[in-house]
């Protein structure tokens, strides 16, 4: 076993450090109150290189190993929580164009989502099934050289600000989650129409609802084999929950760190609040679980890296981190008193925006029910 991080990982997490304190942290409230979408801080993040972490060399990308992504996403979580669904969607995106879309695909969309030019979105959900993803009911009908897309897909991330999206969609309904095929759909097509969402938090990724009437694409937007998708998408989850468990890491230690600079100088009954156990005590115990929490994230992108099972780890990661999150935040918002609850602290941001993930990428029931199927078999759960 070897606990240590290369040469080069300590230099990103260096450099991602002072990015995120010096450049991000100063910014983080002004997406959210103006629900912009942060396109002048894409565009740095892709010339450092942020945004192609998992981008094969040949199309402009790092081509980094998991851990590293990790690592990264960890540290410009401490700046701004929603800059790093720029590194998880294009983490996301990047493994599946990389891995299986055809070359002129590659060609046309990989390097100008790697140095932040264009937003490729994820396009899963619709409104009647999240969790049930094999229970979509999009549809592609292959027309001589083309494929007619038709449906809806909601809760989009980066929808409002994309130029396109990786749509599944149906293409033998029979066959359920056989059926399912993925489509690189560039989002100015005639037949797209898209609507905002007024969310509680991460305002910033503006989500959206997707629309698609007859939308006609060319048979090569075909992102590997038809019917495919479905195992393909699920694989790239299992990548994506570990980074997941680090972005809600990175922002719920920074709060940490600002609670215990807080309680040392905050003063009551004559000394500063730290003195209490009961203030200093809550910091310790999420130290700790935190702590705990961050090296078995390491540990699954490890076992990624090194092509080993992660699934139960990876579910682990989603299905119990955001929670143990937003308990560190939420007890941090408490021990900085009626300022906490203002919005001249980032801690009730970092609440809002945390909040997100208990949901996306799989609730934790879902994550519980993949880790149970691990431990009973699947015909027992
Ligand atoms: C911030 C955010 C970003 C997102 N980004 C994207 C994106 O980019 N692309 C995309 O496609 N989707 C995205 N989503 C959608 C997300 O993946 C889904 O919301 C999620 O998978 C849950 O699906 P659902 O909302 O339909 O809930 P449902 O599936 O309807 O579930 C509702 C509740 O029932 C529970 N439940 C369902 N089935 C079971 C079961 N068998 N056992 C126990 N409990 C169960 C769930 O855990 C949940 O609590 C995002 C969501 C959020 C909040």
New binding site residues.
């Given amino acids: 076993m070897d606990f240590e991080f290369t040469e080069e990982q300590k230099i990103v997490v260096a450099s991602l450090r002072s990015f995120a304190t010096e450049e991000l942290l100063p910014k983080y409230a002004h997406w959210d109150r103006t629900g912009e979408f942060p396109a002048e801080i894409w565009q740095k993040m892709g010339a450092m290189g942020l945004l192609g972490l998992r981008v094969p060399e040949a199309y402009g990308g790092q081509a980094l190993d998991c851990v590293t992504a990790g690592l990264a996403i960890e540290e410009v979580a401490r700046g701004d929580f929603n800059c790093c669904?720029g590194i998880l969607?294009s983490s996301f995106a990047g493994d599946l164009l990389g891995k299986y879309a055809a070359p002129e695909i590659q060609a046309a969309w990989l390097p100008a989502m790697a140095s932040g030019d264009k937003v490729v979105?994820?396009?899963?959900?619709?409104p009647?099934?999240?969790?049930?993803?094999a229970s979509i009911r999009a549809r592609a009908l292959r027309r001589g050289d083309h494929y007619v897309l038709n449906g809806e897909?909601?809760?989009?991330?980066?929808?409002m600000a994309g130029d396109a999206g990786i749509v599944?969609a149906k293409t033998a309904p029979e066959a359920g989650a056989k059926g399912v095929s993925a489509f690189l759909v560039p989002l100015d097509l005639p037949g797209i129409t898209r609507l905002p969402y007024a969310?509680m938090?991460?305002k910033g990724?503006v989500?959206g609802s997707l629309f698609l009437e007859d939308v006609e694409i060319p048979a090569g937007n075909l992102i590997g084999p038809e019917n495919g998708a479905f195992s393909r998408v699920m694989q790239t989850f299992e990548y994506t929950r570990g980074l997941i468990g680090l972005m809600c890491i990175g922002a719920a230690q920074v709060t940490l760190e600002e609670t215990i600079t807080y309680t040392k100088d905050r003063t009551a009954f004559g000394q500063p609040i730290s003195k209490n156990q009961g203030v200093s005590f809550p910091i310790a115990e999420w130290f700790t679980r935190l702590t705990m929490a961050r090296w078995h994230c390491y540990r699954t992108l490890w076992l990624r890296d090194q092509g080993l099972p992660h699934n139960s780890e990876a579910a682990m990661c989603k299905g119990f981190i955001p929670e143990i999150c937003m308990g560190t935040i939420q007890d941090c918002m408490v021990l900085h008193g009626h300022y906490g609850y203002t919005q001249d602290f980032p801690v009730e941001q970092r609440l809002r925006d945390v909040a997100?993930?208990?949901?996306?990428?799989?609730?934790?029931?879902?994550q519980?029910?993949i880790i149970a199927r691990g431990l009973f078999g699947r015909d027992f759960v």
Avoid at 128 to 133: M, Q, R
Avoid at 153 to 159: E, Y
Avoid at 356 to 366: F, R
């Fill in positions: 669904y969607n979105c994820i396009c899963l959900t619709e009647h099934c999240g969790s049930d993803a897909k909601s809760a989009i991330t980066l929808l599944f969310d938090g991460a990724i989500r997100g993930q208990l949901i996306a990428d799989g609730t934790p029931q879902i519980k029910l």
